[in-house]
């Protein structure tokens, strides 16, 4: 099983970018489907971007699309979530997750490995 940390959350205000970083170790990364999902309080984890183990598929939920990006490097065993044009309702504690052989998936109940989450605050 692979095994996820999440970094890059922070504070940051309205308008304003920041850059996730999913890192992954235990398992060759390159077999491994991610998706990010974010967690806002008192809400269901819900989907937001995925990319498939070779990065040539990504898919996005339609309320960021334009504003997220989702890609990864598998020398690096990284996959990354870059967020423009953040906005309040963004703030939520983001996670990345990871199942084998995935090529596409938004369901929380698709992935087996799950990271700790990091935490975006979105200021207005």
């Known amino acids: 099983q692979v095994q996820l940390v999440e970094s890059g959350g922070g504070l940051v205000q309205a308008g304003g970018s920041l850059r996730l970083s999913c890192a992954a170790s235990?398992?060759?990364?390159?077999?491994?489907?991610v998706a990010w999902f974010g967690q806002a309080p008192g809400k269901e984890r819900e989907f937001l971007a995925h990319?498939?183990?070779?990065?040539?598929?990504?898919n996005y939920a339609d309320f960021v699309k334009g504003r997220f990006t989702i890609s990864r490097d598998n020398a690096e065993n990284r996959v990354y979530l870059q967020m423009n044009s953040l906005k309040p309702d963004d703030t939520a504690v983001y996670y990345c997750?990871?199942?084998?052989?995935?090529?596409?998936?938004?369901?929380?109940?698709?992935?087996?490995?799950w990271g700790q989450g990091t935490q975006v605050t979105v200021s207005s």
């Open positions: 997750a990871a199942a084998l052989g995935l090529v596409y998936g938004s369901a929380t109940y698709q992935y087996s490995a």
């Open positions: 235990g398992r060759p990364f390159s077999y491994y489907g």
């Open positions: 990319i498939s183990g070779n990065g040539v598929s990504t």
